[in-house]
């Protein structure tokens, strides 16, 4: 049985990127050369990015794409790492260029996987099945491949498939298996979800059995606009043992030695009854030479509020690096909310570069100040004070507005302040709301919506407590300072725009209106469904009625990390102008 | 020959609003039986509205759709109309309920058209060709059907089809020509885009030619958020002939006597070559009667300007309206960019719906303000002054900034000023930014981008102008006031937040930039074919640079209604997080 080491680069890689990229993948190429690996594969897409949108219609790009994989199989021999097979995700056409008012199909765009070796494409797989559903739109832009590559290196049958490839149970994985392959590596770019590394450990075993060989799952990691890749790579047996793993949330290279069953010999065949044809390319027939074996890393499971806090953490530090900036800036109101973007602030960029302001106004409690600045000091982080209230006079003193109006306008005068110091000295804005207040429009649009980033968006009211909860007991369990004032935690919500006000009083229970809200928003639930759930009927009315009117403050939104718990994860695509009511 | 006497039904649906759109079906098909049509065809999913976006995933929404069809049957036989066959667009599903984690795919959700006669369903057609680019999404709703049906009517087999199906040479086209279809219906929700009813045209025609008979051309009117129907139904000769139209821009029940082949006798036959069976309902085998002739309506076509005009009035009066509001304001700077929104919004809603604030800075010119009043005073809009110079200073008071700090934040304080009016009074803010500045973020966001809809959002500078100049124009030649002052569309643009500022201290001449954009932005070109097309490769860098990093903005400015010439009309969907500068 011949062994081979495999090694899975488990990267960060930036849209449109393309040098950085390939550097990343010289790197692990040199790294797994030196670990004398026989294999080395890269994430979907790992030298473009992913996803590329619609910069996937821009010619300019895909010839960007495609030179900059020759250019790297040239650099990778030039490295002297050329004799180490190297499967790269990228962008590819073979398609006519496109002629004014072509449909994209016409490009013949693919989501493809080269295997590169002695500075040469030895061939390009295309993505079989492309998904068009959630945050996924695949159909938009690729056209399917139907072309299963295997490649024998030391005498072993290894297939490559991507992503969506391993979620169905027909092609390409049976024709792997037909063609006897000895490995089939999957990579992917699989954006992180609740519950989601459960289904994709049960699904990559599922294929190992289907196939009788391992499979090597390979993720990319890194936060990418309101996706975040999460890692999580792993290799396992058709019997069903983790051969190996790699952290969540990080970048890494797992290296792992597989006992192999060894090619057939002869050529593949071809199934008629099959759309998909296999094409066999021959690197190495003998057994590859290892000396030693290496001892298979395997990753620890995160339990579900580390897990949560990783997504947004890392969703948070990328959206901020990757777009230039080195320094955010928002509201401290000492409310749980900012509280709890402050701490992941300063975990994701460090607290030196985290600036955050409280901005009282005249029914802003005492205990707010007091806890805004309990907050920054224990996060130590930079703190200042901003009085709104001569400002709010000078607008009430222009225009005569009463109630809601001079609610919201306090708001909007702590957003424009934040935007004036985000202009003056290069910080990116952080809207602090979360997912149950942005659900039914519980926020000021152009006020504390104000950002570039909303961390927690996505984070319902009553995960916001968990969190919290969790982080400070993490302190206390490392021995350090809890970062949130026990106060922050245990006193009632309040927007603090006019005296002794509650959420209570505008929103029901939050344990209520988050339920509510999971089975309308996250679900397919209608009104009955939630009724027969246990819900009042007339709460429920109260609240998809809320929902169904913020619609649009939530397009005005800032994007955030997504960590839904729907499997098809993502805002729903609503028309603004919609009278449907009766769902 | 028999003849046939056709109704289309040109109407404007609310998305979401099926009683509604019901009604409206039930109005025109006595209109249609009171003019003794003997065949009405309403238009794509008109009883749901279009595009339902991801209204089509929630369950209760389709039920509600499919059962909104049956009663709506019922309604037209209890009219005194149900001898009529009305063919009726809607939403509808033949796969298994959904089951948590479901892909859409399995619920076999369709976009289809019923034909309905006395109180009953005769039968259900569902698309065949589903678009999936530009501002269509269908790949990620629906399911493609695979039978064409025709009805036998006064002795005329007539074949139905929808939309996108008249785009494609081969199916259903050609099947209805190989079962003898002596009418083919085709219903649309076509979106507006320049020049594309000459494209519609030549392809009816097209059609016509192939089949051997008649196309009847239907497309709904009116706007939803940023799409615009724009209407202009069609019936076309297989010799060319354009047989009747209706107009652009608003609704019209368009009737036409038909004369066409008799049906061949005995039933259609399938064609073992083709993925697609035929079904025929035999409604009337004797020619229908009828008594005198109508004479076919022909509508003008519209030149360039008026049709552009009459869909960015559409746009917005249907965005107003349909989301529930009666007025709107908006900041009114003397400009000509608030200025052609003024009178915009005064043609599409009525000047005494229009409130326009004057907000003068220490930077605003004399010439400004009396500009503002002159032309708020020919349009008879609601005019006030409120000046933003005090508030401006408590700010600068409280924050030490300089620059373009402060020159956003006098946009800001004018911004958060409309807000506070528009919750005060319940107006819809508009945001007055045109598609240059836009593209290139030379505007404020949370300052002038605040608004629910930015009317000439995607209209360039260079176009405003042009479209400024014409309404001029058209109200001389109907002997009213000019509505814009002269000096608004003389003066050189200014944003007027520093001393003598002029745009283009900061941007190239608009000809220039403009060129640029509709290359860079609506089109495909890069920075070689544009450097290829005249314009100085330093220019080319700048704006390309400025386009890619205010991808953000626009993401967070408003909808407004799209009238690009690009073939696939919309913004295009760019990660917010991109490095690629190589385009």
């Known amino acids: ?309 990783e997504a947004l953490r890392l969703g948070l530090g990328d959206y901020v690096r990757k777009n230039g900036f080195a320094s955010v800036i928002f509201g401290l109101s000492g409310g749980i909310d900012s509280a709890l973007t402050a701490v992941l602030a300063r975990d994701a960029i460090g607290a030196d570069n985290v600036h955050v302001v409280a901005m009282p106004s005249r029914y802003s409690s005492s205990h707010s100040l007091d806890d805004a600045a309990d907050l920054a000091e224990r996060c130590g982080l930079h703190y200042s004070v901003e009085a709104i209230q001569p400002i709010v006079d000078s607008f009430v003193s222009e225009i005569a507005i009463s109630g809601l109006a001079v609610e919201n306008l306090q708001a909007r005068v702590r957003g424009t302040l934040l935007m004036a110091l985000s202009n003056q000295h290069g910080h990116l804005v952080l809207a602090p709301g979360n997912k149950s207040e942005y659900a039914v429009g519980y926020s000021t649009i152009y006020g504390d919506a104000v950002g570039g980033f909303a961390p927690i968006k996505d984070v319902l009211k009553t995960l916001v407590y968990e969190l919290a909860t969790w982080r400070n007991a993490k302190a206390r369990s490392l021995g350090e300072t809890e970062p949130i004032p026990e106060n922050t935690i245990l006193k009632p919500p309040s927007a603090e725009l006019r005296p002794d006000q509650k959420d209570s009083d505008s929103l029901p229970d939050y344990e209520i209106l988050d339920g509510i809200l999971t089975g309308y928003v996250d679900g397919d639930a209608g009104r009955e469904d939630l009724v027969a759930q246990g819900y009042p009927a007339d709460v429920v009315d109260r609240v998809a009625g809320l929902v169904d009117r913020a619609e649009y403050k939530r397009r005005q939104s800032a994007p955030g990390t997504k960590i839904t718990v729907k499997s098809f994860g993502r805002d729903r695509r609503l028309p603004i102008t919609n009278r449907f009511r009766g769902k």
Not at 125 to 143: A, I, M, Q, S, W
Request: hydrophobic share 45%.
């Open 1 to 309: 049985m011949p062994t081979l080491r495999i090694a899975l680069a488990q990267d960060n890689p930036v849209v449109g990127d393309l040098d950085h990229n390939a550097d990343l993948i010289r790197r692990a190429a040199s790294a797994a050369a030196a670990a004398g690996a026989h294999l080395l594969a890269t994430g979907e897409q790992a030298l473009t990015g992913y996803p590329v949108e619609d910069l996937a219609l821009r010619h300019s790009f895909v010839e960007a794409s495609r030179e900059r994989l020759v250019r790297l199989a040239a650099e990778l021999a030039e490295d002297g790492n050329g004799a180490l097979p190297v499967a790269v995700g990228y962008l590819d056409a073979d398609g006519a260029p496109p002629a004014t008012g072509d449909s994209p199909a016409s490009r013949g765009l693919r989501n493809a996987l080269a295997l590169i070796q002695d500075g040469k494409v030895l061939f390009r797989y295309y993505k079989r099945h492309l998904p068009n559903y959630g945050v996924f739109d695949e159909d938009r832009y690729y056209t399917a491949g139907h072309e299963l590559h295997l490649a024998r290196i030391g005498g072993v049958d290894v297939a490559f498939t991507i992503c969506e490839d391993i979620w169905q149970e027909g092609e390409p994985f049976a024709v792997a298996a037909e063609a006897g392959a000895g490995l089939v590596v999957n990579v992917n770019a699989s954006p992180y979800e609740q519950g989601k590394q459960e289904r994709r450990t049960a699904i990559v075993k599922e294929r190992a059995a289907q196939v009788g060989a391992p499979v090597a799952y390979l993720n990319i990691v890194g936060g990418q606009d309101e996706l975040v890749f999460d890692g999580g790579s792993m290799i396992a047996a058709p019997d069903g043992r983790m051969l190996a793993s790699a952290r969540r949330f990080g970048p890494e290279l797992l290296i792992a030695d597989l006992d192999l069953e060894a090619a057939r010999g002869g050529d593949v065949a071809n199934h008629s009854s099959r759309s998909m044809s296999t094409a066999l390319h021959r690197l190495s027939d003998a057994p590859a030479p290892l000396e030693t074996r290496i001892e298979p890393s395997h990753a620890p499971d995160l339990d579900r509020l580390e897990e949560i806090w």
